[in-house]
């Protein structure tokens, strides 16, 4: 999701040893609940062989919008578990955040590890393929705002590379010990400017790149199978896109699908102004480092059905046009976080609890 802009909600909080031990109790609770799961006999193992084309929804508020008992209801205005809803959609994969000491906040907060290993566990057992983000900070990580964890900010250099190692193989690992082996895992989000901030600017490149690959090193330590993906914002500005991976590239940097993010609507300019460039981008980024490409994030005004449904129409034929096989599939920024819970405009559910016509591009 794009900008400090995109996000008037997103605030810093701190923790109290309370709000500490709280969590600490929550994380064990989940985990027991995601043990359990299995024990019942929960088929939650990746599938594997040919994957058909992702069409996927990031739902990482979907869990505070239940607790705090937000009502889904299907096209026909029956109550249906979000995660259905999706699915007779078309949506066949989820995207979910992982924050590493987060507050209670509703929205800007949760996405803890173990919080996101229970959703990980659900939504396998549903059939859904996973990907995973880490943002490798307490809460919103952004092209605006990359700040690292409370429990980090006065470690060396050599210590930000142990918590990137660190945090990512012990998150992992304890979502495949819950039988969940993702299928792609994001080592940081939309990551332009760098991440960890100040260390891991694109200033320090030599920095950035050690954190990436390091982070990239834990996802492989803990399954090789798994896909790290790369993760930039405007998906439509070929530019950056090459500036960034050659610098990368130059220094030993591993990686295996790009993905972006695309927003029209935050560069206040229609879908039919930039399709164009966001399909020679993706073209270009999987010829230039044979690579696999991926949309990670996209979105659109959700007063406008029709209009993002015909982009999401258009994105998913940008994508699948990547020569080779090479573009993988798309992903909706929060399909289900309506406004009226989430204050978010680029949802595609409406006030009704329904989802609108615009989901129904993934069909």
């Known amino acids: 999701m794009v900008g400090a802009a995109a996000r008037p909600f ?6 109290t040893s309370v709000q500490i031990r ?5 994380t064990a609770s989940m985990l027991a609940s995601a043990a359990i799961l299995l024990a019942l006999g929960a088929c939650t193992s990746q599938p594997r062989g040919p994957a058909p084309f992702a069409k996927g929804a990031d739902v990482g508020w979907l869990q505070q919008m239940e607790a705090t008992g937000y009502r889904f209801y299907n096209a026909r205005g029956e109550p249906q578990d979000c995660l ?3 699915r007779d959609n078309g949506i066949n994969s989820v995207r979910l955040r992982v924050f590493v000491n ?7 907060g949760h996405c803890s590890p173990a919080e996101v290993t229970a959703m990980a566990v659900r939504a396998r057992r549903m059939g859904f393929r996973v990907m995973i983000d880490f943002h490798y900070s ?9 700040r690292k964890p409370a429990a980090w900010a006065s470690h060396s250099f050599d210590q930000l590379l142990a918590d990137v190692y660190g945090h990512t193989f012990s998150v992992l690992s304890a979502m495949k010990s819950s039988g969940v ?8 989000n939309e990551i332009a400017p760098g991440m960890l901030w100040p260390d891991g600017r694109t200033e320090h490149w030599d920095q950035l790149a050690a954190l990436l690959n390091r982070g990239y090193d834990a996802v492989k330590a803990v399954d ?6 790369i993760h930039l914002d405007r998906g439509n500005h070929g530019a950056m896109y090459r500036a960034f991976f050659d610098n990368y590239l130059r220094r030993g940097g591993r990686w295996d699908v790009i993905g972006m993010s695309y927003y029209p609507w935050w560069e206040r300019k229609e879908y039919t102004e930039t399709i164009g460039d966001l399909r020679d981008n993706l073209a270009d980024m999987a010829s230039r480092y044979g690579k696999e490409v991926l949309v990670c994030e996209v979105g659109g005004d959700f007063k406008k059905p029709q209009d993002t449904y015909d982009m999401l129409v258009a994105v998913q034929r940008a994508v699948r046009a990547v ?11 929060e399909p289900e976080g309506a406004m009226t819970w989430s204050h978010y405009r680029l949802s595609c559910w409406g006030p009704d609890g329904r989802p609108t016509l615009a989901l129904s591009a993934f069909r």
Do not use: C
Request: aromatic share 10%.
């Open 10 to 15: 997103a605030r810093e909080q701190g923790h």
């Open 22 to 26: 709280t969590d600490m109790r929550r």
């Open 84 to 86: 259905r809803t999706l």
């Open 102 to 108: 987060p507050s209670a906040d509703r929205l800007s």
């Open 138 to 146: 307490d809460t919103w990580a952004d092209p605006h705002v990359q």
């Open 181 to 188: 082996v993702p299928e792609w895992v994001q080592v940081g």
């Open 224 to 229: 090789g199978s798994i896909k790290v993906v």
């Open 323 to 333: 020569p080779n096989g090479k573009g993988l599939g798309v992903f909706y920024w």
